[in-house]
């Protein structure tokens, strides 16, 4: 059993940045596909960030595209987000998630929550204008 540990979250000001952490422990193993989503009050769950790294792949929503960086350290079993020039709407749970189950198929629509069945509780990140 693979367990998230999301961490990193803050509330800074538009323009700011932060770096947000996921922490994999249990049954962890090389190779996962893993990504950040968020979700804002009354929106769905959205993809943010993915990294499938079995493909050397990674992709990311086309609101945080040239701001996010998504990483992942497989020695320490540690995904980052790096959020630059934050902006107000960016404002939402962010959550860390992995895929165990994997399939190239999923790379036709790589930020689908759904493919997604390890989830973390989340880290706030509020941005204020």
């Known amino acids: 059993q693979v367990q998230l540990m999301e961490s990193g979250g803050g509330s800074v000001q538009a323009g700011g940045s932060l770096r947000l952490s996921c922490a994999a422990s249990?049954?962890?193993?090389?190779?996962?596909?893993m990504g950040w989503f968020r979700q804002s009050p009354g929106k769905e769950r959205e993809g943010v960030a993915t990294?499938?790294?079995?493909?050397?792949?990674?992709y990311y929503a086309t609101s945080v595209k040239g701001r996010f960086t998504i990483s992942q350290d497989i020695a320490t079993n540690t995904l980052y987000l790096v959020m630059n020039s934050l902006k107000p709407e960016d404002t939402a749970m962010y959550y860390c998630?992995?895929?165990?189950?994997?399939?190239?198929?999923?790379?036709?629509?790589?930020?689908?929550?759904?493919?997604?069945?390890?989830w973390g509780q989340g880290t706030q990140v509020t941005v204020s204008s």
């Open positions: 249990g049954s962890t193993g090389s190779g996962y596909t």
């Open positions: 990294t499938y790294p079995g493909y050397g792949s990674t």
């Open positions: 998630a992995a895929d165990l189950n994997g399939g190239r198929w999923k790379l036709s629509n790589p930020l689908n929550p759904s493919f997604f069945n390890v």
